[in-house]
């Protein structure tokens, strides 16, 4: 843990970045390597200190404000946004922060249900706002597994690592490879010569609904079921072997996400040897992975990466995040990246009818606070 300069009693905003993954999806929870990046869009809190003990929290969809007394045990409700918050709030509660009272806007310009970490941003900001409100503040290992609890035991969805630590220690310029066994982060510089392109399906996705859960207890099971610890521990050799050993079902779960492993790395050397034939190459094997052995892919998804290979300038593309819709990230040329983007938007539209949001983003820096 470490220490603020003094606890900031005027008011100020927190932001938090999204994060996009370019590739190593659903491996996480697996121990694996996951390579995510901080991205150009945020939530953001506005904050007003006041003289009693409640959190008084309004976002710009919905004006009805929660309130919470800082005082008691802050527990969660049945549904809704508030969980993240609650979650946050009483994580650093328990820790013995005494948090002040405190009035909250809550905005966006980080799209919810995108497979963008907008849950995540959410509760990076929150926890951002409460070590300035506090002046003290916890490493961001600490500050990143906090809100990884505050998701799992209040909002019901049992995460890994990914999404927090890739808020937390966004680096601008660059993706982070993680190793979500050792929690050991690597930052890797992404070239000036291509540009990330996120593209919205226009699918909206739920985590909570229990497919996330579900993926995540087959991975335990396959895991149990070859005698190791986790997939981390299981080569592609490995698993070819014991093919027999596991339910069919399984066996794809785990044949993708051994595979996607191992692509993390190879994906991170074709990045620093600028071999942009390699890393599409990886792009479209993770996404055709995810498509058939995870199916948490969507018509959409699907779509998307299928017409993407037919635009020019486009060098690899895939889903990314949890799935069931949501987004897919795209690597492209720097030169003319807008145009190619419009080429792709246009060419889903006219397949599917959806005006579909898209935006261009660098790699970003982590959680920032602004003194009004």
């Known amino acids: 843990m470490s220490s603020l300069s003094q606890p900031v009693t005027v008011p100020f905003a927190a932001s938090a970045p999204g994060r996009v993954n370019l590739i190593g999806e659903h491996t996480d929870y697996n121990d694996g390597f996951v390579l995510p990046m901080a ?5 953001t809190i506005h904050v007003r200190p006041r003289e009693d003990r409640l959190a008084v929290l309004r976002t710009q969809r919905d004006r009805r404000p929660v309130s919470l007394d800082l005082t008691a045990t802050v527990a969660p409700v049945a549904r809704g946004w508030s969980n993240y918050v609650r979650g946050v709030i009483e ?33 990076v900001a929150m926890a951002t706002v409460v070590e300035t409100l506090c002046g003290r503040s916890l490493s961001r290992v600490e500050k990143a597994l906090l809100c990884q609890r505050a998701e799992h035991e209040f909002a019901g969805v049992p995460c890994g690592i990914m999404d927090q630590f890739a808020v937390c220690c966004g680096e601008a310029g660059h993706a982070l490879q993680l190793d979500c066994r050792s929690r050991e982060v690597v930052a890797v510089p992404i070239d000036a010569a291509v540009r990330v392109l996120v593209f919205d399906s226009g699918v909206k996705h739920s985590l909570a609904d229990g497919e996330y859960a579900k993926r995540r207890a087959e991975c335990a099971s396959a895991a149990q079921g070859l005698g190791v610890g986790s997939l981390r521990d299981v080569t592609v050799a490995d698993l070819e072997a014991a093919a027999g050993r596991l339910p069919a079902t399984e066996f794809a779960r785990a044949r993708h996400v051994v595979g996607e492993i191992a692509r993390v790395p190879a994906f991170v050397g074709a990045l620093r040897d600028r071999d ?26 699907d779509r998307i990466v299928a017409l993407s290979a037919g635009v020019p300038g486009i060098i690899g593309c895939r889903m990314t995040g ?16 807008e145009a190619t ?15 579909a949001a898209w935006f261009l983003t660098a790699a970003a820096s982590g959680p920032t606070v602004v003194v009004d």
Request: glycine residues 14%.
């Open 39 to 43: 991205i150009e869009r945020h939530v």
């Open 276 to 301: 942009w034939d390699r890393a599409g190459q990886l792009m479209g094997k993770s996404h055709r992975s995810l498509s058939a052995d995870y199916a948490v892919s969507c018509p959409e998804l």
């Open 341 to 355: 983007a419009r080429v792709l938007h246009d060419a889903y539209r006219d397949a599917t009818g959806i005006d």
């Open 322 to 337: 949890g799935g069931f819709g949501g987004c897919a990230v795209a690597l492209v040329e720097a030169d003319g990246a």
């Open 91 to 123: 994580g650093y509660r328990r820790i013995g922060f005494v948090i002040p009272g405190f009035d909250a806007d809550i905005s966006a310009t980080l799209p919810a249900g995108a497979g963008l970490s907008s849950s995540a941003a959410l509760e």
